[in-house]
């Protein structure tokens, strides 16, 4: 189990429905009845003192739906997350805050992760958050380029994807022209490319001078059931399945859809006084396809 929000808020709900039970079943009674044994010469704060909820019991009732509306949305509907790194630039950049769909690839119970609803399987393209592998409790965003049933190849000297023996074209777009925090991709002197795989298509970076840490030309993967294959956007500057393999289905999260808010604190103009500034207001609504 992971100690994430999700078990915490699990507790919480826990926590709180005990105490509300606690009272329908045991205190209110005895608030009812120690009220209705005072006179009728008791004054008014007479019945306020008896009648009076105790104060964890209010505070309990009170969150009780705030935490169960909470997890809810999270566990099942859409989770908020922070890009901390550059790996998929040029879809995302540092500092974008992005929203999760948590249900489109099936239904899963809070703190288990028990799937008990299937409804749609990640496809090539999509932009998907997982728990990493070697460490489920840090998620990771990458693109999913391979499917159970495929042969993944990635040539590492000319940096080209090939899925089922049929190379992804890469059309080259000119250098990578950044901002604030992507400016350090600009001085990396990356290309952009726009990568069709097969019906979808998107921009991706390689740095052509840049040589992978690993030592053979060429790397295989055959992708089995309940198995998938992910890459960063930022070839050259990308953790993914290269270097640690494939992602298990009951390692996924949901798919990245949509853009909410962007802040970068390296924009030309940003100033820490004024808030707004560091906004990088163009990519706000920006969805994910």
């Known amino acids: 189990m992971n100690w994430d929000l999700a078990a915490y808020l699990v507790i919480l709900v826990a926590v709180s429905t005990v105490i509300w039970l606690y009272d329908v079943l045991l205190l209110a009674p005895k608030r009812k009845a120690a009220l209705a044994r005072l006179s009728e010469n008791a004054s008014e704060r007479d019945?306020?003192?008896?009648g009076q909820i105790p104060f964890f019991v209010d505070l309990a009732r009170s969150l009780l739906p705030v935490f169960i509306i909470v997890l809810v949305l999270r566990s099942?509907?859409?989770?908020?997350?922070?890009?901390?790194?550059?790996?998929?630039m040029p879809t995302l950049l540092v500092g974008d805050f992005i929203l999760v769909n948590k249900y489109t690839y099936g239904i899963r119970l809070p703190v288990l992760n028990w799937k008990i609803l299937n409804i749609n399987e990640p496809r090539r393209g999509d932009v998907v958050v997982f728990r990493y592998p070697e460490n489920?409790?840090?998620?990771?965003?990458?693109?999913?380029?391979g499917v159970p049933g495929d042969k993944i190849e990635y040539?590492?000297?000319?940096?080209?994807?090939?899925?089922?023996?049929?190379?992804?074209?890469q059309v080259p777009l000119g250098a990578y022209i950044g901002m604030g925090s992507s400016a350090d991709m600009t001085q990396q002197k990356a290309e952009e490319l726009t990568e069709h795989l097969f019906d979808k298509k998107h921009s991706i970076l390689i740095i052509p001078e840049k040589r992978t840490p690993i030592p053979q030309t060429i790397s295989?993967?055959?992708?089995?059931?309940?198995?998938?294959?992910?890459?960063g956007d930022n070839r050259d500057n990308s953790l993914d399945s290269r270097f640690w393999g494939i992602v298990p289905e009951e390692?996924?999260?949901?798919?990245?859809?949509?853009i909410w808010m962007s802040w970068?604190?390296?924009?030309?103009?940003?100033?820490?006084?004024s808030p707004t500034s560091c906004i990088n207001w163009g990519r706000i609504g920006n969805s994910l396809d």
């Not at 040539?155 to 089922?164: A, D, T």
């Not at 055959?222 to 992910?230: G, L, R, S, T």
């Not at 970068?264 to 006084?273: R, W």
């Open 136 to 145: 489920p409790t840090i998620p990771y965003i990458k693109r999913v380029v």
């Open 76 to 88: 099942f509907l859409v989770e908020p997350f922070r890009i901390p790194s550059g790996s998929m």
């Open 251 to 258: 390692n996924l999260i949901g798919k990245a859809f949509f």
């Open 264 to 273: 970068d604190t390296k924009l030309p103009n940003c100033q820490l006084f």
């Open 220 to 231: 295989s993967w055959n992708i089995e059931k309940n198995q998938y294959f992910v890459l």
């Open 47 to 50: 019945y306020q003192d008896v």
């Open 155 to 169: 040539h590492h000297i000319n940096k080209m994807l090939y899925v089922n023996g049929e190379p992804i074209l």
